[in-house]
């Protein structure tokens, strides 16, 4: 009887070890997600807030495309008038510098 109750005690400390290692595991992995998590949602906080000013400076670059495409539509009847009329058109302002 003491052999089973000796042998039912060792086991169950073996087991107690065995599962207080595998809890530091736990612990120790749940951790890491835990910072795995943080640094990427940091990442995709930086990358959106990239995208917001990627976006910016396109609707900026677009704006300019957009107004040098108006000015090169205006030169170009300017330059159409001037060749039916044989008279030199006016030309539009064109600001100096460009934005």
């Given at each position: ?12 400390i ?20 835990q910072q ?29 495309e957009?107004?040098?495409a ?7 009847e300017?330059?159409?008038k ?12 064109l ?5």
């Amino acid at each position: 009887m003491l052999r089973i109750l000796t042998g039912a005690i060792v086991v169950a400390i073996i087991a107690g070890l065995i599962g207080w290692q595998w809890s530091i595991k736990q612990r120790a992995a749940t951790a890491l997600q835990q910072q795995q998590i943080s640094d990427l949602q940091h990442q995709l906080s930086r990358v959106q807030q990239d995208n917001s000013d990627l976006r910016a400076k396109l609707a900026t670059v677009q704006e300019e495309e957009d107004r040098l495409a108006a000015e090169n539509n205006a030169l170009n009847e300017a330059i159409a008038k001037s060749r039916v009329t044989g008279k030199a058109a006016e030309m539009p302002a064109l600001p100096y510098p460009p934005k």
